[in-house]
């Protein structure tokens, strides 16, 4: 599968990465905000595949998987799953917090997230 088929592998668009890059933000936290924005793509895809937090578990551990493949390194899959599954506990954590449903946070919430670490 190439990645123009893969929707995850283009998980953020040419426009929510202007938008990000327009940001009046130090250079960090853009960055941060690009990885948060990635990493809420790639949890929305998990949960568009399963409705089980063990199916979404499953589609996150087969991602990394994938992901790994491109360098040949089982320990970089498994470094990332446990990145990305802190992180979408963070977004969880986060988006109940705020009153937001996961799938409906944006460039903006990420902003503020980042603002509070």
């Known amino acids: 599968m190439s990645n123009q088929d893969d929707p995850?592998?283009?998980?953020?668009?040419?426009q929510s990465i202007k938008a990000i890059d327009d940001l009046d933000l130090p250079i960090i936290q853009k960055h941060h905000v690009r990885i948060l924005a990635h990493c809420l793509n790639v949890?929305?895809?998990?949960?568009?595949?399963?409705?089980?937090?063990?199916?979404?578990?499953?589609?996150?551990?087969?991602?990394?998987?994938?992901?790994?493949?491109?360098?040949?390194?089982?320990?970089?899959?498994?470094?990332?799953?446990?990145?990305?599954?802190?992180t979408a506990?963070?977004?969880?954590?986060?988006?109940?917090?705020?009153g937001k449903n996961i799938h409906d946070l944006d460039i903006e919430d990420l902003v503020r997230l980042v603002g509070e670490c």
């Open 89 to 98: 506990e963070t977004l969880n954590s986060f988006s109940e917090r705020i």
């Open 43 to 86: 949890m929305k895809a998990s949960t568009a595949n399963s409705s089980t937090s063990k199916g979404q578990e499953h589609f996150l551990r087969e991602w990394c998987d994938t992901q790994s493949k491109k360098f040949e390194d089982k320990k970089f899959s498994d470094l990332l799953y446990e990145k990305m599954r802190s």
């Open 8 to 14: 995850i592998s283009n998980s953020l668009n040419i």
